[in-house]
């Protein structure tokens, strides 16, 4: 039951992400819009191109779909409402988003498509460039909450949240799940001026639905991911915890998006560079910080 | 829930996204089917078929990021058991891994020195 409420949740929110995602860009705020684009999809033809490699362009968008929804299952939005609280949750949210990349190189080369096929071999570089720096933030949280447990996560939190305690830490991961998400300034894979969509380019009516609501829902779920372990979860005072992570949910949501929209779309080489030279240096001090911090005070 | 069944869930679910998506296909169905026109189905590349083949072997070349990448992909392996006991543990789980860092980042400043870190 709960597992249901969850899901249902998650299609919510990214219903949600579709109606701020139109209004940060064209800055009109409409409710019904992602709606009827949905149905509009569905009544128009999804033509597959010819000689497809017909698994993986099938496969491809409801992989990334499984992925997000899995990755979201391990997440709490209130101490209760989680599908399952596994032992390993901080380990398994990675190794669900993982399949991310293997959706989008199936999806550049299932078509058989130039544009598609640059686009999934652009992500791979990206992959390199953000992978390290999913992990290596999550693991300054998880000495902090000494477990992997996402509920224990939040808890740990209770005195101080960690985007306080580890503010270098929440910078890596926020910019990491913007480019996990291939959201603007890092939408390498479905780049609209230079790949005319990328690996979205060859689908069309309900795959291509599918692979917008996937994506939606990837969105979300890193949104809540960046809550769960920076933002203290469903903690917060006056208002019951739900409304807690919800109003934090959509902020971080709100922000990803915003920040696409202040930035120019950055080169392949360029992105990798800034994350190797730049970024793991960083996050190997985060988590020496947060190491001497936790021992001095914990 | 013990963990088996966790995972059952996990698994559950999985097979009822499928299911999902399956039935949105259903549903498109009803809606009409594509015709078969000439042309249709090209891939996006103007309206022509591309001039060169598409599946060909391609140069990845960040392939020195590449290797790096194994590296400290197969160390954060190690890190997540280290980070759940780090506390109990102390200093000591601080030095220990301080050293294993200091020699993985030596690497990476190594690889640096010898043009690893830029597209070849």
Sequence with gaps: MTSLLIILLLLAGAYLVAVLEAWIANGRLRFATPVLAGIAMLGRESIVPRQPDRIFFETAPVLLLISAILGAMVLPLTPDLITTDLATGALFINAALVYVLVALLMAGWGPDGAYAMIGGWRFLGQLIAYAMLIVMPITAVAMRAESLLTTQIVVSQAGLWNIVYQPLGFGLFFVAAMALAFLPPFDLATANSELASGVEAEYSGVRLAVFRLARLTLVMTLAAATVVFYLGGWQGPWLPPWAWSGLKILAVTAAMLLAGRLMPRIREADLMAWGWMLGIPLALLNIFLVGVLVLVWP | ?120
């Excluded at chain 2, 789980?93 to 690889?111: E, R, S, T």
Aim: hydrophobic content about 50%; aromatic content about 16%.
């Design chain 2, 1 to 120: 829930m013990s963990s088996l069944q966790q995972y059952g869930l996990l698994l559950g679910i999985t097979i009822g996204t499928v299911g999902f998506v399956l039935s949105l296909f259903a549903l498109a169905r009803t809606f009409g089917k594509a015709r078969r026109e000439p042309g249709k189905d090209v891939p996006a590349t103007a309206g022509q078929l591309s001039r060169d083949p598409v599946w060909v072997r391609y140069h990845a070349r960040y392939y020195g990021y590449a290797l790096l990448f194994l590296a400290f992909d197969m160390e954060m392996a190690f890190m997540y058991p280290w980070a759940v006991v780090y506390k109990q543990v102390g200093l000591v789980a601080l030095l220990d891994m301080g050293v294993f860092l200091a020699i993985l980042f030596l690497g990476l400043l190594y690889g640096w020195s010898q043009g690893a870190l830029r597209r070849q």
